[in-house]
């Protein structure tokens, strides 16, 4: 993609791997005219960067509608995250917190508080056994 006089090639690929010694992500980008683009990220910031792609994406994807379609594509092509830990943070007003931590890196989420319910209902059905049933 041309942005004038800047140059963005179209990534269509990532594979990464922790460096030697272990204190940054190693990552090659591959984009769709076979470049390889490479970039080291220091794990400690690897929240910050994947905070600030979500952030653009829901900036652009703010004006788009997403329709049911759009919904049921995006749940068949992701990917699972291994999360390590949830935490809910005391509501502020009309909105909450929600921590997801993967590893060392924690994003955290506001929501409105009025989704806590469905939330914790969800959480609470998916965690009971198959033979038990929900009181």
């Keep these: 993609m041309d942005q004038g006089r800047l140059e963005f090639p179209i990534v269509h690929s990532l594979e990464a791997q922790p460096s030697d010694d272990g204190v940054q992500l190693l990552v090659e980008a591959t984009a769709f005219d076979g470049r390889v683009l490479r970039f080291a990220i220091p794990v400690d910031n690897v929240k910050h960067f994947i905070a600030f792609l979500l952030v653009w994406v829901g900036q652009i994807s703010a004006g788009q509608g997403t ?3 759009a919904d049921a594509g ?3 092509g992701s990917l ?3 999360a390590t ?4 943070g005391e509501p502020n007003g009309d909105e909450g917190y929600l921590g997801i931590s993967v590893g060392r890196a924690e994003l955290v989420f506001s929501l409105p508080v009025s989704s806590f319910e469905p939330l914790g209902q969800s959480l609470l059905m998916a965690g009971t056994m198959p033979t038990a049933r929900p009181s």
């Design 80 to 82: 699972p995250i291994p």
């Design 67 to 69: 329709g049911d379609e």
């Design 74 to 76: 995006m749940a068949a």
């Design 85 to 88: 830990s949830i935490a809910i």
